[in-house]
């Protein structure tokens, strides 16, 4: 797979501060990986270090095989970039917006009204000035800008912020378009929940320093947190037949049976629970989520979120 990112080693001291440390990691064609941790745990020096516009105290960046300080300035248009909050230029209207940074990315404005469409803003807010424009709209517009000339490497800092939720899944899904077709997303955001589904890998980063990086299942396994289960008996069935097993089931009020699974137990368990499906009125699988898996990395690097 060829990297559209390649980082190694990568520092950047300010003055007695490490803002990143020693990091490395590649990227491939086609990957959408999450970029996680708290505010302040080097998140966006690490992306402005990607983008070129500081230069790295150790180690080196390769984005598309060149360095982005340094390379080749064509390399850039091939780059799209969403920051969390976008200073647009309040006066101008949207299309303005749009072909401003289509002449800084010496890209062709032509095709504004497809990425209003895609974005979902409506064609009518076009020529409206960017300060009638709801957040919402704004965050869309900064969208639309990033993706000015198909980008091969798009890099998204808390995209979905101001969206509604039936937006959230939309962009979700144009994103998606874009890395079917073999685009690069680097996407850092606190909203864990809508990255369980959507990411194929997690970097998790803490003052500073890389703490885990791989994909959602892997980093589960690596960090042995419990899988809950929980189903509840039919009437005919003896809930003894359960509480037999090395397994200590919780009966709640309601009848439910319920019980944190080691996770190198857990197919043995749900194949001894499921072995009678009549004995079953319904049954819940609950992994560990981005959520737990985040908390549990940062617990380990002393640091409660």
Same mark, same amino acid.
Not at 74 to 80: A, F, N, P, T, Y
Not at 185 to 197: D, K
Not at 263 to 277: G, L, N, Q, Y
């Given at each position: 797979?060829?990297?559209?990112?390649?980082?190694?080693?990568?520092?950047?001291?300010?003055?007695?501060?490490?803002?990143?440390?020693?990091?490395?990691?590649?990227?491939?064609?086609?990957?959408?990986?999450?970029?996680?941790?708290?505010?302040? +745990?080097?998140?966006?020096?690490?992306?402005?270090?990607? @983008?070129? !516009?500081?230069? $790295? /105290?150790? %180690?080196?960046?390769?984005? =598309?095989?060149?360095?982005?300080?340094?390379?080749?300035?064509?390399?850039?248009?091939?780059?799209?970039?969403?920051?969390?909050?976008?200073?647009?230029?309040?006066?101008?209207?949207?299309?303005?917006?749009?072909?401003?940074?289509?002449?800084?990315?010496?890209?062709?404005?032509?095709?504004?009204?497809?990425?209003?469409?895609?974005?979902?803003?409506?064609?009518?807010?076009?020529?409206?000035?960017?300060?009638?424009?709801?957040?919402?709209?704004?965050?869309?517009?900064?969208? +639309?800008?990033?993706?000015?000339?198909?980008?091969?490497? @798009?890099? !998204?800092?808390? $995209? /979905?912020? %101001?969206?509604?939720?039936? =937006?959230?899944?939309?962009?979700?899904?144009?994103?998606?378009?874009?890395?079917?077709?073999?685009?690069?997303?680097?996407?850092?955001?606190?909203?864990?929940?809508?990255?369980?589904?959507?990411?194929?890998?997690?970097?998790?980063?803490?003052?500073?320093?890389?703490?885990?990086?791989?994909?959602?299942?892997?980093?589960?396994?690596?960090?042995?947190?419990?899988?809950?289960?929980?189903?509840?008996?039919?009437?005919?069935?003896?809930?003894?037949?359960?509480?037999?097993?090395?397994?200590?089931?919780?009966?709640?009020?309601?009848?439910? @049976?319920?019980?944190?699974?080691?996770?190198?137990?857990?197919?043995?368990?749900?194949?001894?629970?499921?072995?009678?499906?009549?004995?079953?009125?319904?049954?819940?699988?609950?992994?560990?989520?981005?959520?737990?898996?985040?908390?549990?990395?940062?617990?380990?690097?002393?640091?409660?979120?």
């Amino acid at each position: 797979m060829t990297s559209t990112i390649c980082l190694k080693n990568v520092s950047k001291l300010y003055k007695d501060v490490h803002a990143i440390e020693d990091i490395s990691f590649s990227l491939g064609e086609g990957e959408l990986v999450a970029l996680v941790g708290h505010n302040g +745990a080097g998140k966006t020096t690490l992306i402005k270090a990607i @983008l070129g !516009l500081i230069r $790295p /105290t150790g %180690g080196t960046v390769r984005v =598309l095989g060149e360095d982005p300080v340094f390379g080749n300035l064509s390399v850039r248009k091939d780059v799209g970039y969403l920051p969390e909050s976008v200073p647009f230029h309040l006066a101008l209207t949207g299309r303005e917006i749009l072909s401003f940074y289509a002449r800084l990315k010496r890209v062709p404005m032509n095709d504004w009204q497809d990425l209003f469409d895609l974005v979902g803003l409506a064609k009518s807010a076009a020529d409206r000035p960017v300060r009638t424009y709801s957040k919402g709209m704004r965050q869309r517009l900064g969208l +639309a800008q990033a993706l000015l000339g198909e980008p091969r490497l @798009l890099l !998204l800092d808390e $995209p /979905t912020s %101001g969206l509604d939720p039936a =937006l959230r899944r939309s962009f979700y899904d144009l994103i998606l378009q874009f890395k079917r077709k073999g685009t690069t997303v680097l996407l850092s955001s606190h909203a864990l929940s809508e990255l369980e589904e959507r990411a194929e890998r997690v970097i998790i980063v803490n003052r500073g320093r890389k703490i885990a990086d791989g994909s959602l299942d892997e980093l589960r396994r690596i960090a042995c947190l419990p899988t809950h289960i929980r189903f509840k008996p039919s009437a005919n069935a003896a809930v003894e037949t359960w509480s037999r097993g090395s397994v200590k089931w919780l009966q709640r009020t309601d009848q439910f @049976l319920e019980a944190d699974i080691d996770h190198r137990e857990k197919i043995a368990v749900i194949s001894a629970v499921t072995s009678d499906p009549d004995a079953l009125t319904s049954m819940t699988i609950i992994e560990p989520t981005l959520d737990d898996v985040y908390a549990h990395f940062l617990q380990g690097q002393g640091r409660k979120p």
